[in-house]
């Protein structure tokens, strides 16, 4: 076999119910989202209408600066749709980072870019800045940045690199709902950001997703892609020399989803400082533990979004969890290198940072549904120590 296709083994553990203790993840649902979704299913308009355009407008408002919202189907259309704003053409490259959910790297498969994936940075698992310098060339197209867990990137100097070549940075904020960067919303600093409202992200629709888009030239043909390619409000007018010039795509997100997110962002700031009170609690706990440290707890001049409280631990991951299990904890990796998939090419020799980690990082249960209590029990179950 291949040495760098080597076996590796699973943890074999299945998922966990909620009735056997803490979960990793739960579903968010504010009880007012129930109330707004159901006047949706009573009126006459459930697809793309004006809850949609509340919803893009609110959204703006709180994270956007001076950007505009186009709310679409899922985290995945959010992404799609930034790389075509972004003109990536097929044989471009970007630069991407190799530590992500698989929906950064798939949609560029869609449109024949070529990936190169950048390594990781060991303290943060965000993408690499040395990495990207020393990778670049005159045919990057673009770079994408991930912030990992909720912690943002190194925005100033990932932007230092792409303004020399000219290029944009496109954000997958999809951890990052409520995270800020030297006082700056994660929403308002690059030409593209993107979030996902996916079952188990801050803010879910069921599935769905926004690109938050700062060049204000650019909405209409947002607008124009994720519907077909057409026009729709000139349609809607009656408007019938109305004629498709670009191929688009049915990405639009419906009233019924966006009532469900237009609840939960009125209700935010509540599940952002309660997510944040428990990595904060996790902090606390773990200070000083042995065998393990916090990945992104020491940052100065940015917010952690709190999405996932993610560890290091020095030695026998498998054993780690199957100890929390026992001890009635879930935990698992969630997220894999993304080279590890034939379609994005198969496994890379050159990312060091990530072959160092790969074996080590564990993701620990932070959701709405836990208090500071939990917190404090799974913290002193890992001090007790695993073998
Ligand atoms: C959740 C997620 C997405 C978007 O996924 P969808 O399921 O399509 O909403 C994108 N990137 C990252 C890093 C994610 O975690």
Redesign the pocket.
């Known amino acids: 076999m291949d040495p760098l296709h080597k076996e590796r083994p699973m943890n074999e553990l299945p998922v966990m119910n909620e009735s056997e203790g803490i979960v990793l993840f739960h579903p968010h649902i504010p009880e007012t989202a129930i109330e707004e979704v159901t006047k949706v299913l009573q009126s006459r308009w459930i697809g793309q209408g004006p809850r949609v355009a509340q919803f893009e407008k609110e959204f703006s408002q709180r994270f956007g600066g001076n950007g505009t919202s186009i709310a679409v189907g899922?985290?995945?259309d959010a992404?799609h749709l930034s790389y075509i704003l972004a003109g990536l053409q097929e044989g471009d490259e970007v630069i991407t980072p190799v530590f992500?959910?698989t929906?950064?790297s798939i949609p560029f498969l869609y449109m024949g870019v070529k990936i190169r994936f950048a390594d990781i940075d060991p303290e943060t698992l965000n993408i690499n800045v040395q990495h990207v310098r020393d990778m670049i060339n005159e045919k990057t197209k673009a770079i994408v940045c991930?912030h990992y867990g909720g912690l943002p990137c190194d925005m100033d100097e990932l932007h230092a690199i792409a303004k020399e070549y000219n290029i944009p940075v496109i954000e997958?904020a999809?951890?990052a709902l409520g995270a800020t960067y030297k006082g700056k919303n994660i929403g308002e600093i690059s030409q593209f950001t993107m979030f996902?409202f996916?079952a188990i992200?801050h803010i879910t629709t069921g599935?769905g997703?926004m690109v938050i888009v700062q060049d204000q030239s650019l909405t209409q043909k947002a607008e124009r892609i994720r519907w077909f390619g057409i026009d729709r409000s000139n349609k809607q007018k009656g408007v019938w020399e109305n004629d498709i010039t670009e191929v688009g795509y049915k990405y639009q997100m419906t009233d019924i989803s966006a009532a469900m997110g237009l609840a939960s962002l009125r209700e935010f700031h509540h599940s952002l400082s309660h997510r944040q009170s428990l990595f904060e609690e996790y902090k606390k706990g773990l200070k000083g533990a042995a065998g393990i440290k916090l990945i992104g707890a020491e940052a100065n001049d940015r917010t952690h979004a709190a999405w996932l409280c993610t560890a290091l631990v020095e030695k026998n991951r498998i054993n780690f969890m199957h100890y929390l299990r026992e001890k009635k904890i879930e935990s698992g990796q969630v997220h894999y290198r993304n080279d590890r998939y034939s379609i994005l090419g198969g496994r890379r020799d050159d990312l060091p940072n990530m072959d160092a980690v790969e074996e080590n990082y564990i993701v620990l249960p932070l959701h709405m549904k836990m208090n500071k209590e939990n917190v404090q029990y799974i913290c002193d179950v890992i001090k007790q120590g695993w073998s």
């Open positions: 899922s985290g995945t992404l992500t959910c929906a950064t991930v997958d999809a951890h996902s996916q992200k599935d997703g």
